[in-house]
């Protein structure tokens, strides 16, 4: 899935679209998902930012921070690409809650590429949450056919250490909101009598569970 390729055989434009979709009554959050950066144009992220259905928080595919992987999976885009792109919209948008998509175990994907993918999450982007997936050989693909194959305890090996990783970056970036109030929309997912919702930045919330609160935007502080 790409939403930003959305309209190609159409003629359409993924900015159309999200006009659009600021136009709609009754619909008070919108949220940037699985967007590859090469289409996160200027216009589209100035446009973003200045309404306030469309949220602080973009899930974007990164799969790695090593330029010579990226190449082999046929990226349309590279690691200096994707930093200049995060950079412009904390420019616009501040402190942004971004979840980023890695995969690890490409075939080629050595230590010192991952290191560069590590490096690259936590010293340069720094993203909010990191989506972890090993790499999976599937028949009849290029990939599957390439040297240099990862072992699968290297892979899940790779997947734990970046989940510990995510995790040390998701304390880190909430903990920057605590003591600050924030709109939270909660949902009507009831668990051990909590109810659950979320900050615009998509920090989740829990309060003690009351129905007259699902699907209300109610201010909290954290």
Do not use: W
């Amino acid at each position: 899935v790409n939403t930003g390729d959305y309209g190609r055989s159409t003629g359409e434009d993924f900015l159309d679209l999200l006009k659009a979709l600021q136009e709609v009554e009754g619909i008070e959050r919108y949220r940037i998902s699985s967007i590859e950066p090469n289409l996160l144009r200027e216009d589209i992220i100035a446009f973003i930012s200045s309404g306030t259905k469309f949220q602080p928080h973009f899930h974007i595919p990164l799969q790695s921070g090593c330029d010579t992987v990226l190449a082999g999976m046929r990226r349309r885009y590279n690691s200096r690409m994707f930093a200049e792109k995060i950079k412009m919209i904390r420019r616009y948008m501040g402190d942004v809650f971004f979840g980023i998509d890695v995969i690890v175990g490409f075939p080629g994907e050595g230590e010192q590429e991952f290191a560069q993918t590590r490096a690259f999450l936590e010293e340069e982007i720094r993203p909010a949450a990191i989506h972890v997936f090993p790499y999976s050989r599937r028949a009849n693909t290029d990939a599957a056919a390439m040297r240099n194959q990862v072992p699968e305890i290297v892979k899940t090996y790779r997947v734990g250490i970046l989940m510990q990783l995510s995790e040390r970056l998701h304390d880190a970036y909430c903990s920057r909101f605590a003591g600050s109030e924030q709109e939270v929309l909660f949902e009507s997912t009831q668990k051990g009598g909590k109810m659950f919702g979320y900050t615009g930045n998509y920090i989740k919330v829990e309060r003690p569970y009351k129905a007259e609160l699902i699907g209300q935007i109610v201010k909290v502080l954290l």
